[in-house]
């Protein structure tokens, strides 16, 4: 996607909230929402946690016709989806820089369709800005803190592998798949058999939102990218209208020997 998200704005209330809880200050504290297993795991990793950060993008989500019997990209629809959500982690981001830290951990990306308007959504990205006891290079080569979904454990696994991560990635598309006409519908009334147009539309679109989050993990050099997900997800659209959204964590080496933890067999006590 080429749309580039506006300046991040920054609400005087985060302001405030974020300078108490930048390290050094007397009455400093942080705030996460990692469960108790992955906060001491993050810390095991060699970071710690600062503070929970956030950014939100109320959208307006336009309308774009697509051809009744027409498998086709709506392009103005994937560009609204992606750059609401760019506009999100970008916030998200500027609050983790304002702490100092190195990166942000746990992230998750959430969207959630108002009724106080019509095709009006808000896009929200949360996650735990953490930084590292070691000086290091952490941030991306875009000079800005790394993001992650993975959670504190796989974290915590992925550094003592020796790799990092640089960035969450992701790609969207938002596609018209094609309605049947009548009589190829009648004809397959009983019978077990393919409907093509209905595969070509679904491969299609998978492949275009797979190909837009592989292109942000080159854009940060990235070795490649773990705990990709491929969702498949209807909105308000209608049934012949679906947006696909790849995500994921790119990832890159810390050295060029990698230590793989061995698994342990866990005998639990209770019944």
Not at 30 to 57: C, H, K, Y
Not at 97 to 124: H, P, S, T, W
Not at 245 to 270: C, E, N, S, Y
């Amino acid at each position: 996607m080429s749309t580039e998200p506006a300046a991040p704005h920054i609400p005087e209330d985060a302001m405030r909230r974020l300078a108490e809880m930048r390290p050094g200050q007397a009455t400093s504290l942080f705030t996460s929402d990692l469960s108790v297993n992955e906060f001491l795991l993050v810390r095991e990793a060699g970071f710690r946690p600062l503070g929970l950060v956030l950014g939100s993008s109320i959208y307006h989500v336009g309308f774009q016709m697509g051809r009744w019997s027409k498998n086709q990209e709506l392009d103005r629809l994937s560009q609204a989806m992606y750059h609401a959500r760019e506009l999100a982690m970008s916030r998200m981001e500027a609050e983790a820089d304002l702490l100092g830290a190195d990166g942000i951990v746990a992230v998750r990306l959430e969207i959630e369709f108002k009724e106080f308007g019509n095709d009006l959504a808000e896009f929200v990205a949360v996650g735990t800005a953490v930084k590292a006891d070691e000086p290091g290079e952490w941030r991306n080569n875009t000079g800005k803190p790394f993001t992650s979904d993975l959670s504190g454990q796989d974290f915590w696994t992925l550094v003592q592998a020796g790799y990092a991560p640089l960035g969450m990635v992701m790609g969207s598309c938002v596609y018209h798949i094609a309605h049947q006409r009548f009589r190829q519908a009648l004809g397959n009334i009983g019978q077990n058999v393919e409907i093509p147009q209905y595969t070509e539309a679904l491969y299609d679109a998978r492949e275009l939102a797979m190909s837009r989050m592989q292109a942000e993990a080159e854009q940060l050099h990235a070795e490649g990218i773990v705990g990709v997900q491929l969702l498949s997800l209807p909105h308000r659209w209608g049934g012949h209208t679906t947006e696909f959204f790849a995500i994921g964590t790119a990832v890159k080496p810390l050295r060029a020997d990698h230590h793989i933890t061995k698994p342990q067999l866990v005998l639990p006590l209770t019944d």
